[in-house]
């Protein structure tokens, strides 16, 4: 009898403390979100640079009347890392160049448009530092 009690405490430890650590795991800052997206993307050629803009939609969570948007450029060969970093990880360990940042303000219909224009030189600048 205790041959079968073993193994089942066993498996049964490891269980429980992967679905103590997986439920904290997935717990959301603003709950609960149900869609966070980029509703709108648009990106053009402009006399010296870029023109970049997006709009934020989400559903469910706080109604926040503003985010910061960080504006962001990496290496392709950084992808891999990038996927496994926090943000904030990414540009504290210089993964990422900032491009720009802005406070995007909610408008009426509940999104969050933001516009950017890059100038070339600059941008090149910015991506070789």
């Not at 041959?3 to 490891?14: A, E, G, T």
């Not at 403390?17 to 997986?22: D, E, H, L, N, S």
């Not at 795991?25 to 648009?42: D, K, N, W």
Request: glycine fraction near 4%; hydrophobic fraction near 40%.
């Amino acid at each position: 009898m205790s041959k079968v009690r073993i193994p089942l405490v066993n498996s049964l430890v490891p269980f429980l403390f992967a679905w103590a650590v997986g439920t904290a795991a997935v717990a959301q800052h603003c709950a609960p979100i149900t869609e966070s997206y980029l509703s709108r993307t648009t990106i053009e050629h402009v006399p010296n640079g870029i023109a970049f803009e997006a709009t934020y939609s989400k559903t469910g969570g706080q109604a926040k009347e503003a985010y910061q948007a960080y504006l962001l450029a990496y290496a392709d060969s950084k992808s891999k890392a990038l996927s496994e970093m926090s943000p904030r990880q990414a540009i504290s360990n210089k993964l990422v160049s900032v491009l720009d940042t802005q406070l995007v303000t909610r408008n009426a219909a509940g999104s969050y448009p933001m516009k950017w224009q890059l100038d070339t030189q600059r941008l090149v600048g910015k991506l070789l530092s």
